[in-house]
């Protein structure tokens, strides 16, 4: 599975990219707007740092609009993927971007036959948000599950990018049920490396070998 980040911080990107493990980035216009910066410009500072995908979010909501503003995203960099809203005008826009040999990573993704649409639109990218199924009482491993096995039947190339990721649990069920990509916060990569027995197992070693040779 591959590892993303969730955000359009800098900083984070950096840390994350320093790990040696990242693949990619995600960013949506909550979070550029979160950075408070032009969101061009952000882009260009990412994919400065980062080689892999890196999703840059339109924000128009209309066909024509959709399709000027995500051919402009994709000249910033060679690795930006075109992100469009999972609706009519935006199927519709991943098959013309697609057509023209731009990558597109559909979101808001809620529900199976959404992702199925947008695989058939040539989209490089699905991305289900689960959290925000679960916020609902709705599993949001379910739809992960689906779209797998949809995928899978008809041997759909499409990534399947696992988003809205909260804990390591969510990282844990999307492994097991064979997503390509999970997207996810820092906060969420630094919780993987989190086990209590991890901590006392590491002073243990080091109290042991300073009792026996010092220092
Ligand atoms: C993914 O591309 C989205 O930016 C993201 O995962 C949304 O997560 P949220 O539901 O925590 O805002």
New binding site residues.
């Given amino acids: 599975m591959e590892l993303y980040i969730?955000t359009a911080n800098l900083d984070e990107i950096k840390r994350a990219s320093d790990m040696g493990v990242l693949d990619g980035v995600?960013?949506?216009p909550?979070?550029i707007a979160r950075e408070g910066i032009d969101y061009a410009k952000r882009l260009e500072e990412i994919c400065e740092v980062v080689n892999g995908p890196v999703?840059a979010e339109v924000i128009a909501t209309e066909f024509d609009a959709m399709v000027k503003e995500g051919r402009e995203r994709a000249k910033i960099a060679s690795n930006i993927v075109v992100?469009l809203p999972t609706t009519a005008d935006g199927i519709r826009a991943c098959k013309t971007l697609s057509d023209e040999g731009t990558r597109c990573n559909m979101?808001l993704c809620f529900q199976a036959m959404q992702a199925w649409l947008a695989a058939k639109a040539g989209a490089f990218l699905i991305?289900p948000?689960i959290?925000?199924l679960d916020d609902i009482s709705t599993d949001g491993m379910d739809l992960i599950h689906q779209i797998r096995t949809i995928y899978d039947n008809y041997g759909f190339t499409t990534k399947l990018l696992a988003?809205?990721?909260?804990h390591p649990k969510h990282m844990l069920d999307c492994a097991l049920a064979g997503a390509d990509v999970a997207?996810v916060p820092l906060s969420v990569i630094d919780q993987l490396l989190k086990h209590p027995l991890t901590d006392i197992g590491l002073q243990k070693f080091l109290q042991d070998y300073s009792a026996a040779f010092g220092g």
Avoid: V, Y
Wanted: no cysteine; proline share 0%; glycine share 6%.
């Fill in positions: 969730d995600t960013t949506n909550s979070l999703s992100k979101t991305s948000f959290g925000r988003a809205s990721i909260r997207t």
